[in-house]
């Protein structure tokens, strides 16, 4: 009796400290999501005290391990991910030397001009891998019939910018040279990812423009000028503690190799000049021009908006300019003539997520010059609803999201 009593003020004491998501109420299947944000806060919890206690170090080969597991438990049901599938064949090799794992549909394999998509997983350039993005690429290999080559870049900070948009960059360009012996058609190559992976993605398309047929951004971050967007003051009280939290800045931190002091500075978007903040740099990130009204929830927010532009600490900018405007560092920051020439852009965005704002800028930006862009705005789902289109906590907008990428897939590239 006594322990039941104890067992159950565990659990009590559990609920309450970790089922406090603040989930916004418009946000369906509120409960599924209350153990997702708990799930991501007990990775944190329990890395943050392993560190504290000298077990390891943060973003350390232990760590990302745990990581991957926590998210293959999340999404699957099993710390370990799932078993053999008769209908794909999986394949780990290498591709000018980068490790990258290749789903191939059963029912492709007899067709010698396939059509791929490779692609780069999310987790701030620091975390995650092809082990914890295992369900998502076989669903949608699966579903579309599509090749998909899941790529293992090397993460930050032990290989910062640009060892991660590299590696991702070698792979696109050992499958466009081998096409003929990897039996891919070379017209009907397509890349993509999901947050930082959309950042990677969104670089490599500048690159190689014209071998590319379509690139899908998924709740991309494009830019690292502007921390003060509405999507940022909008959503920062959502999830804040697990997927929305100010600590995600020391993933861009990890990929611009600097230091984690700087993380108020950039927070308070005091890592730019004051100089820079006047230029018309800011002319191509500009919320009034590229933010359509119909996108922000709280009408007001304007109102909350720093709109100061004479400050910033000049010295860590001129440490970090260079990379801060580079479009292979933030494509947004790209002119219109490097945005003309690109291929299809699919872009999806979510209505809870921080960096919301980006996906929808660079889709008004290409509009703008004429690019075709396909924009799905999921305005109930989170910046991670992906993952869960399957598994014990199936989202009904997770299921949406990859059903549209595997539809886009079949209608452009089949
Ligand atoms: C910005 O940086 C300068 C120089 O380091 C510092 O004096 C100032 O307090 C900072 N402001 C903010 C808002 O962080």
């Given at each position: 009796m006594i322990r039941l009593t104890i067992f159950g003020a565990i659990i009590a004491v559990f609920l309450y400290t970790y089922l406090d998501g603040n989930v916004p109420e418009p946000i369906p299947e509120q409960f599924k999501v209350k153990i997702i944000d708990a799930g991501m806060k007990t990775y944190g919890l329990t890395i943050g005290t392993m560190v504290s206690l000298g077990i390891t170090d943060p973003l350390s080969d232990l760590d990302r391990k745990f990581a991957d597991h926590v998210i293959l438990l999340l999404t699957t049901g099993f710390p370990w991910g799932l078993g053999v599938d008769p209908d794909l064949k999986i394949s780990d090799r290498t591709m000018n030397g980068v490790h990258v794992r290749m789903y191939e549909p059963m029912t492709s394999?007899?067709?010698?001009?396939r059509p791929a998509l490779v692609y780069f997983h999310g987790g701030g350039w620091s975390l995650l891998s092809v082990d914890s993005y295992d369900p998502l690429m076989r669903k949608i290999a699966k579903a579309s019939g599509v090749v998909v080559i899941s790529v293992n870049y090397r993460l930050s900070p032990?290989?910062?910018?640009?060892v991660p948009l590299q590696d991702c960059h070698d792979v696109v360009e050992y499958v466009i040279e081998n096409c003929a012996s990897l039996n891919i058609h070379p017209n009907k190559i397509a890349i993509g990812g999901d947050s930082a992976g959309g950042n990677i993605a969104a670089a490599i398309s500048y690159k190689l423009k014209h071998k590319i047929a379509l690139q899908f951004l998924l709740v991309p971050v494009l830019q690292?000028?502007?921390?003060?967007t509405k999507s940022y003051i909008e959503n920062a009280p959502y999830l804040s503690k697990s997927i929305n939290s100010p600590d995600s800045i020391c993933f861009v931190l990890n990929y611009l190799n600097l230091d984690y002091k700087y993380t108020r500075d950039f927070l308070n978007n005091n890592h730019t000049s004051a100089a820079f903040k006047a230029s018309d740099y800011m002319d191509l990130i500009d919320q009034n021009r590229w933010?359509?009204?119909?996108?922000?929830?709280?009408?007001?927010?304007m109102s909350k908006l720093e709109t100061r532009t004479d400050f910033g600490d000049e010295e860590l900018f001129s440490i970090i300019e260079s990379r801060i405007t580079d479009p292979m560092v933030s494509p947004l920051l790209a002119r219109d003539d490097m945005l003309k020439g690109l291929p299809l852009t699919y872009i999806a965005t979510s209505g809870y997520d921080v960096i919301r704002d980006d996906g929808i800028m660079y889709s008004e930006r290409l509009k703008h010059v004429g690019q075709k862009v396909i924009h799905q705005h999921y305005s109930e789902a989170f910046h991670n609803s992906l993952f869960f289109a399957g598994g014990p906590l199936k989202l009904e907008v997770g299921e949406r999201i990859v059903q549209d990428i595997v539809d886009t897939l079949k209608d452009k590239l089949l």
């Open positions: 394999l007899p067709v010698s001009e032990q290989y910062p910018y640009p690292m000028a502007n921390w003060n933010l359509p009204q119909q996108f922000v929830r709280d009408k007001t927010l």
